[in-house]
C-alpha cells in the first residue's frame, strides 16, 4: 500500500522557516517524479515545487525561497522554505508519479500558517 506522510507544518511569523518532509512507503520516490502542491481556502491546488531526474521545478512565487530535496536512502522528500510570507499560508501536500503535474500517490497533508 502506497502511504505518504507530510510532517513538519506549523505556525510560524512572516520571515520565518519550516521544513516540510514527506516519507514514503510501499513506493519508491527514486526514478520518480516528487512534488509539493499547496491548497489555500478558497483557492485552487498549485504546484509549488517538483524534482525529477536531478531536476527541480519551482513556480514563481517561491523561487528563491523553497528549496525541494530528497534522501533516497530514506525515501524521504523535503522542502525548505525560507523567507515565509501570510500568503504561502495553506495545506502543503506531498505528491508523487511518474508525472509531475499528474502524480499518482498524495500525502494527506500539512498546514502552513504565516502569521504577518
Known amino acids: 500500500q502506497v502511504q505518504l506522510v507530510e510532517s513538519g507544518g506549523g505556525s510560524v511569523q512572516a520571515g520565518g522557516s519550516l521544513r516540510l518532509s514527506c516519507a514514503a512507503s510501499?513506493?519508491?520516490?527514486?526514478?520518480?517524479?516528487v512534488s509539493w502542491f499547496r491548497q489555500a481556502p478558497g483557492k485552487e491546488r498549485e504546484r509549488v515545487a517538483s524534482?525529477?531526474?536531478?531536476?527541480?521545478y519551482y513556480d514563481d512565487f517561491v523561487k528563491g525561497r523553497f528549496t525541494i530535496s530528497q534522501d533516497n536512502a530514506k525515501n524521504t522528500v523535503h522542502l525548505q522554505m525560507n523567507s515565509l510570507k501570510p500568503e504561502d499560508s495553506a495545506m502543503y501536500y506531498c505528491?508523487?508519479?511518474?508525472?509531475?503535474?499528474?502524480?499518482?500517490?498524495w500525502g494527506q497533508g500539512t498546514q502552513v500558517t504565516v502569521s504577518p
Open positions: 524534482m525529477y531526474a536531478g531536476f527541480r
Open positions: 505528491a508523487a508519479g511518474a508525472q509531475c503535474a499528474t502524480p499518482d500517490a
Open positions: 510501499g513506493y519508491t520516490i527514486n526514478g520518480n517524479c
